[in-house]
């Protein structure tokens, strides 16, 4: 059955500016943090929260979904590398092998990093700008991620990169850019497509009468989001970590299963605290 085989070769970059190029990746990722913006505002307009601190929020969570996602890939998956090239943990350069360094942008980041790094930077935020619980903001904020993780795994697939493996039948898609002839599963976009609906569902219950059940909707999210990871590491390439170490789960796996158990228990405890 050929056409259920899809050959994938996009071209990575929209543009180029002397010699600076604008990658699709780097879009999704603005278009995520737009969407999310946006969402949110209409979630304070909703509730008449005082739009001030609004943009300041914003920043907080860039910065720190960024640095945690990368803190993640160098600690959770790359450190025998990155160790030996510290100024390429922060910095969006990659030594060549002839000596020097060239600009290659801000490549690897990991989802588990960036949330703990989210909850960091939104902490550290509400305790310098208490105009609501920290609850309340990390439950609305869920939506938001929910649909970024949309486009960064849309983003993941134009890049050709934390592809699936190999399906070993005419089913997939063909990652020509790597130099491949054979099928992969697309796993980038099985988790976006499960990012989406989870998304619709968190939206819907922020219109219901349990948005206010406070914890709920980041506990829902959270286990989400990781049970969705977790299924969809069994078909997709490993990325390293420490999964040698443990090979009965992968490193993906290993790290969803803390997240999966945070959620849970919040969204219990969430309906505890209402009932008594």
Do not use: C
């Given at each position: 059955?050929?056409?259920?085989?899809?050959?994938?070769?996009?071209?990575?970059?929209?543009?180029?500016?002397?010699?600076?190029?604008?990658?699709?990746?780097?879009?999704?990722?603005?278009?995520?943090?737009?969407?999310?913006?946006?969402?949110?505002?209409?979630?304070?307009?909703?509730?008449?929260?005082?739009?001030?601190?609004?943009?300041?929020?914003?920043?907080?969570?860039?910065?720190?979904?960024?640095?945690?996602?990368?803190?993640?890939?160098?600690?959770?998956?790359?450190?025998?590398?990155?160790?030996?090239?510290?100024?390429?943990?922060?910095?969006?350069?990659?030594?060549?092998?002839?000596?020097?360094?060239?600009?290659?942008?801000?490549r690897?980041?990991?989802?588990?990093?960036?949330?703990?790094g989210?909850?960091?930077?939104?902490?550290?935020f509400?305790?310098?700008?208490?105009?609501?619980?920290?609850?309340?903001?990390?439950?609305?904020?869920?939506?938001?991620?929910?649909?970024?993780?949309?486009?960064?795994?849309?983003?993941?697939?134009?890049?050709?990169?934390?592809?699936?493996?190999?399906?070993?039948?005419?089913?997939?898609?063909?990652?020509?850019?790597?130099?491949?002839?054979l099928?992969?599963?697309?796993?980038?976009?099985?988790?976006?497509?499960?990012?989406?609906?989870?998304?619709?569902?968190?939206?819907?219950?922020?219109?219901?009468?349990?948005?206010?059940?406070?914890?709920?909707?980041?506990?829902?999210?959270?286990?989400?989001?990781?049970?969705?990871?977790?299924?969809?590491?069994?078909?997709?390439?490993?990325?390293?970590?420490?999964?040698?170490?443990?090979?009965?789960?992968?490193?993906?796996?290993?790290?969803?299963?803390?997240?999966?158990?945070?959620?849970?228990?919040?969204?219990?405890?969430s309906?505890?605290?209402?009932?008594?």
């Amino acid at each position: 059955m050929t056409y259920l085989k899809f050959n994938w070769a996009p071209n990575e970059k929209l543009f180029e500016i002397g010699g600076f190029g604008i990658h699709i990746y780097s879009l999704m990722f603005i278009i995520a943090f737009l969407l999310g913006l946006r969402l949110y505002k209409k979630m304070f307009i909703k509730e008449n929260v005082d739009q001030k601190y609004l943009e300041p929020m914003f920043i907080y969570m860039v910065i720190s979904t960024l640095l945690g996602a990368r803190l993640g890939e160098v600690f959770f998956y790359n450190w025998d590398y990155f160790q030996n090239h510290l100024l390429e943990i922060l910095l969006p350069i990659k030594e060549k092998a002839d000596g020097g360094y060239s600009f290659i942008g801000f490549r690897g980041l990991a989802s588990h990093g960036a949330a703990i790094g989210v909850l960091t930077g939104i902490f550290i935020f509400q305790k310098l700008n208490p105009f609501k619980p920290l609850i309340w903001i990390l439950d609305r904020l869920t939506i938001p991620a929910a649909i970024g993780g949309v486009f960064i795994r849309t983003g993941n697939f134009f890049n050709s990169e934390i592809v699936g493996k190999y399906t070993g039948s005419n089913f997939g898609v063909v990652f020509e850019n790597r130099g491949e002839i054979l099928p992969r599963y697309p796993a980038q976009m099985y988790e976006a497509f499960g990012y989406f609906i989870l998304f619709l569902v968190l939206k819907k219950i922020y219109n219901s009468r349990y948005r206010d059940q406070g914890g709920f909707l980041m506990g829902l999210y959270f286990a989400g989001t990781f049970t969705i990871r977790f299924f969809v590491e069994y078909v997709k390439e490993s990325q390293g970590g420490f999964e040698e170490i443990f090979p009965a789960l992968s490193t993906g796996q290993w790290l969803s299963i803390p997240f999966i158990t945070f959620g849970l228990v919040t969204s219990a405890l969430s309906f505890f605290k209402k009932s008594s």
